[in-house]
């Protein structure tokens, strides 16, 4: 039954169309509230069920890309070692069926919308073959190093991640193991360091200051650091890597020290916008 018709019943009089948000019995001034879309009905809280799939693939999608990458770290791989691997393997890991590097970054980055079948087969038979002792002949030891340190994905009773796990992943249906997956608190790293590298970005160009004489500014401000905090400083306002969420208040300490000197307009709209 119709919201019209319900609300008729209630009046004991017949039906008229809705006006704007209300519904109204005729013969009467009595109006009732109705939603405007179906969708607040069926219990989706914007009113759009395609809209609020939509908003859980998207976050899904993130979320797959930043266990990808944790993954990738953790084997400390590049994005090219599994094409490199392909390469130099192709009995092993046939050239179609390749993690292409640039493909690999998409992939992290959360920039592939709408991915191929193919892709979820191609991380299903690069995971397949890291469950294998022989991993094909490669000549580079650097990469010989990598491929053969490196770790599958496996589900908690140790069955190796094939294409349909991925694929499930993808969506959002399947998470990936506990030490890989992305916790809150490099969640939270990863869009302040967004945010430190827009700021970072914004103020020397202000400042009319090259980003590298401006990055080596902001390390001064930092104080002596070891040497991998310097590099992941850099690595994140230049190429936008995400800090270790230990790193994150050091480098904002610093660039905010910076900032105020260099481009101090800045951190008072970055205040006006955090109060409102």
């Keep these: 039954m119709s919201i019209g018709k319900k609300a008729a019943r209630r009046c004991g009089r017949p039906a008229a169309k809705p006006h704007g948000n209300t519904v109204r019995c005729e013969g009467t001034n009595y109006r009732r509230p109705f939603a405007k879309s179906t969708g607040i009905l069926l219990g989706f809280p914007n009113g759009n069920p395609v809209q609020s799939l939509q908003h859980k693939l998207d976050a899904a999608r993130v979320q797959f890309g930043k266990f990808l990458r944790n993954w990738r770290r953790s084997n400390d791989w590049s994005v090219t070692t599994a094409q490199d691997w392909a390469k130099a393997c192709p009995a092993l890991i046939p050239w179609p069926l390749r993690v292409a590097g640039g493909q690999w970054g998409n992939l992290e980055n959360g920039k592939v919308q709408q991915p191929q079948p193919s892709t979820f087969i191609q991380l299903g038979v690069l995971n397949e073959c890291l469950a294998l002792e022989d991993r094909g002949p490669i000549k580079d030891r650097t990469l010989r190093d990598r491929v053969q340190r490196a770790q599958p994905v496996r589900h908690p009773d140790g069955r190796v991640w094939g294409a349909e796990d991925w694929f499930a992943c993808y969506i959002g249906k399947l998470e990936g193991p506990p030490a890989l997956w992305p916790r809150q608190d490099e969640i939270d790293a990863e869009s302040e360091t967004k945010r430190l590298r827009n700021l970072f970005d914004q103020a020397a160009e202000l ?13 001064r401000k930092a104080g002596d650091l ?7 400083i850099e690595n994140a306002l230049f190429a936008g890597e995400r800090l270790a969420p230990a790193i994150v208040p050091i480098a904002r300490q610093a660039l905010d020290a910076w900032v105020r000197e260099a481009a101090p307009e800045l951190i008072s709209s970055e205040a006006e916008t955090g109060a409102s």
Excluded: N, W
Aim: aromatic share 0%; hydrophobic share 60%; glycine share 4%.
């Design 207 to 219: 400042a009319g200051v090259r980003p590298v004489s401006a990055a080596m500014q902001v390390l």
């Design 226 to 232: 070891p040497m991998e905090q310097v590099v992941a």
